[in-house]
């Protein structure tokens, strides 16, 4: 029997990769069998699980070619690669200036049809890149197709999302279906911590959710989905942009992952890199997956936060590229064959542990945050009150004082302008505390909104119209602010200590460029949401015949009068 069984051990290593490649088989063959059951009995029904399945189909194809004929494809290419490289300097020039047409048409005829709040859009997002061409590090080595291309991108990714049927419909499902998986993290805390667990919302209902995110995210980047997806989606950028391998992956992976763990993608070349490269844009005009879920637990849009990570990546890069120009040699190239390092952990259950324990630090980090700021905030506001009732001005706050500061910026992305002063109090507290405490204070407007009520009490607006709640969301979707300062410049210093000097040099730059990039898209989202009714009229026309509150030039009031008598 011994025997019997070393010899069966023996031909199953003989034959290991024929017997790999028959288990495959089988599996894909039951794998297609049910695809084809399912789609038979209820097509409708299926749908999802059909469009998954083309698009794994057509991705592993395309790996298998490009793995197998990379060098015919690129030999086949190489004539017209060349061609345009002897006349790139007058075809980017053409290319930037139908860009620039094509946009202005479009807004033109848009604008005609929809109303004149889009061209204020479009307006804020070319001063933006005015301001950040006036303060580049270079201003006169600037290169331009990083620059146009990252916005033409952005606005591209902004029209089929926002303006498409298709687009919106796909973004739509997507945020209902992480909304519907991130409630079963439900499960788990209330088990924890007992039936009445949202008695305490935050503590026991969102940053649960963060750690079951983190245990799912360490999971995929084991089994290498995370790496083949940032892989792709870079490639993308690098294609499109002309930007190097290394900030075009860490860009795309800023989109999943936080701004310390996506420089772990490339961590071997990081001593390599040059200044430029090395600018932290796409850590602070992005999110991350881990955090999501948190801010569609508090009522924010999962369609719009997932948007605006998506926008924010080309973004980022766009605006990188112009606040601090490339003026070295870049030392990794398309052809160096990048690779991205893998997870350590040894088999998916171990994947998950280690997701779960690492997320015990971000949820610590965000808790004790969130505890000493707002009661750093508390205290500043009950000083700043006693500071203006010396002066009979007792409702002096941060808040207000943020409104004041950041109302022009807010304006410009097309923010109506009775909501301009609300919006420039939540990019304050973004920028100077962090987007947790933000988005809390966004999702208490939008449940105002919801709710219904005044519109005014006491001459304080209670909530926005849903255009500015939607520009908001965008505008305050990324890590911009002070407190990641100091967490960028610690976790990359201890990655990369060669480049401490670069690092602590061009952090504050690249906080101020990923804030620009977040109000960038936001520019596009204004230009592209389509305006309309967005508050209730009987309840705004009864307030406004009950109050005066209300100015009689209100937008959301004119636009109920227009419906009313039109």
């Known amino acids: 029997l011994e025997k ?40 409708q029904r299926a749908l999802p699980l059909f469009i998954i399945t083309v698009l794994a189909i057509f991705f592993i194809c395309w790996d298998f070619l490009i793995a197998k004929y990379e060098d015919k494809i690129a030999a086949f290419f190489s004539p017209g690669e060349r061609y ?62 990083p620059v146009f291309s990252g916005i033409g991108m952005q606005f591209i990714l902004g029209l089929l999302i926002l303006r498409t049927k ?4 796909v973004f739509h499902w997507l945020g209902i279906q992480i909304q519907t998986f991130l409630e079963y993290s439900d499960t788990g805390a209330k088990f924890v911590f007992g039936e009445k667990y949202t008695d305490h919302f935050f503590a026991f209902k969102v940053l649960p959710i963060v750690v079951f995110f983190s245990t799912v995210m360490s999971m995929l980047y084991h089994i290498g989905f995370m790496q083949w997806l940032v892989g792709k989606v870079g490639w993308i950028m690098q294609i499109f942009m002309g930007t190097t391998p290394v900030e075009s992956l860490v860009a795309a992976g800023n989109i999943f992952v936080g701004q310390t763990e996506s420089p772990l993608l490339v961590r071997p070349y990081l001593p390599y890199i040059t200044k430029s490269e090395l600018h932290m844009t796409a850590g602070f005009s992005t999110i991350a997956g881990s955090v999501l879920g948190a801010y569609i637990s508090f009522g924010v849009s999962a369609s719009h936060l997932l948007t605006a990570s998506v926008m924010s990546a080309p973004a980022s890069l766009a605006t990188s590229k112009l606040f601090w120009p490339e003026t070295e040699k870049p030392t990794i190239s398309l052809r160096s064959g990048l690779h991205m390092a893998k997870g350590e952990s040894k088999n998916l259950l171990e994947a998950a542990s280690q997701g779960a324990s690492t997320s015990i630090l971000l949820v610590a980090n965000i808790a004790v945050n969130l505890i000493s700021f707002l009661a750093l905030l508390a205290f500043l506001d009950s000083a700043l009150s006693w500071v203006g009732s010396l002066f009979d001005y007792p409702q002096l706050n941060f808040e207000n004082i943020c409104a004041y500061v950041f109302m022009p910026f807010s304006f410009m992305m097309g923010v109506d302008w009775e909501d301009s002063f609300i919006v420039g109090g939540l990019l304050g507290y973004k920028t100077f505390f962090n987007e947790f405490v933000a988005y809390e204070r966004l999702s208490k407007l ?17 909530y926005m119209t849903v255009r500015s709640e939607v520009i908001a969301t965008y505008a305050l979707c990324g890590f911009a602010n002070f407190g990641s300062l100091g967490l960028v410049i610690g976790g990359l210093t201890s990655i ?9 040099g061009g952090a504050f730059r690249a906080m101020i460029a990923g804030t ?10 204004g230009m592209l949401t389509v305006p309309g009714l967005e508050v209730p009229c009987n309840i705004l026309l009864g307030n406004a015949f009950n109050s005066t509150d209300i100015s009689a030039n209100s937008t959301e009031l004119v636009e109920c009068c227009q419906q009313l008598f039109s």
């Not at 990369?496 to 670069?502: A, D, L, M, Q, W």
């Open 516 to 525: 620009v990039a977040c109000f960038m898209t936001a520019c596009v989202a």
């Open 496 to 504: 990369t200590p060669s480049k401490k000097k670069e690092i602590a």
């Open 84 to 145: 345009l490289e002897k006349q790139w300097f007058w075809l980017k020039w053409v290319l930037c200036a139908a860009l620039i047409i094509t946009i202005i048409c479009w807004l033109v005829f848009d604008t005609a049809k929809q109303g004149s709040r889009q061209l204020i859009s479009f307006g804020g997002l070319m001063v933006y890149v005015l301001l950040m061409f006036i303060f580049s590090k270079y201003p006169t080595r600037v290169a331009w197709r």
């Open 4 to 43: 019997k069984y070393d010899k069966v051990c023996e031909f199953c290593k003989k034959h290991k990769t024929r017997i790999h490649y028959a288990i495959y088989g089988i599996l894909i063959t039951a794998y297609l069998a049910v695809v084809i059951a399912a789609c038979s009995l209820n097509f």
């Open 166 to 169: 298709v687009g919106f419909d």
């Open 446 to 462: 939008i449940h105002n909104r919801e709710k219904g009520g005044s519109v005014y009490v006491n001459g304080v607006k209670q």
